[in-house]
């Protein structure tokens, strides 16, 4: 069974920093792309950050670009989202998630979610003023 298990969320002042950890399976997700994706309430779950499983193709969302960074470690079974400079904007419950469809033409990963097969259970992170 698959399972991504997200981990680092919590409470933090405005300017302040959280690395957020997914443990995953690589060789049972089989996945070409994972990402980090978020929820506020009252909105949709949107992408903030994607990578190239065994490559170095990453992309961020327009929101978070230059203050969040993605990466995996070398046995590419843990995936991390590094936020700084954080914001109360950035205020949501974060998802870890597996799958994804490599676009060669565009160099990245697919940021739209129903292209993604597993998910973890989510962490919340909450920005306060």
């Known amino acids: 069974q698959v399972q991504l298990v997200e981990s680092g969320g919590g409470s933090v002042q405005a300017g302040g920093s959280l690395i957020l950890s997914c443990a995953h399976s690589?060789?049972?997700?089989?996945?070409?792309?994972m990402g980090w994706f978020r929820q506020a309430p009252g909105k949709e779950r949107e992408g903030v950050a994607v990578?190239?499983?065994?490559?170095?193709?990453?992309h961020y969302s327009d929101s978070v670009k230059g203050r969040f960074t993605i990466s995996q470690d070398n046995a590419e079974s843990t995936l991390y989202l590094q936020m700084n400079t954080l914001k109360p904007e950035d205020t949501a419950m974060y998802y870890c998630?597996?799958?994804?469809?490599?676009?060669?033409?565009?160099?990245?990963?697919?940021?739209?979610?129903?292209?993604?097969?597993?998910w973890g259970q989510g962490t919340q992170v909450t920005v306060s003023s």
């Open positions: 990578l190239q499983v065994g490559g170095s193709s990453t």
């Open positions: 690589r060789s049972t997700t089989g996945a070409r792309c």
């Open positions: 998630a597996a799958g994804g469809a490599y676009f060669a033409p565009l160099g990245r990963c697919s940021m739209a979610e129903y292209n993604y097969d597993y």
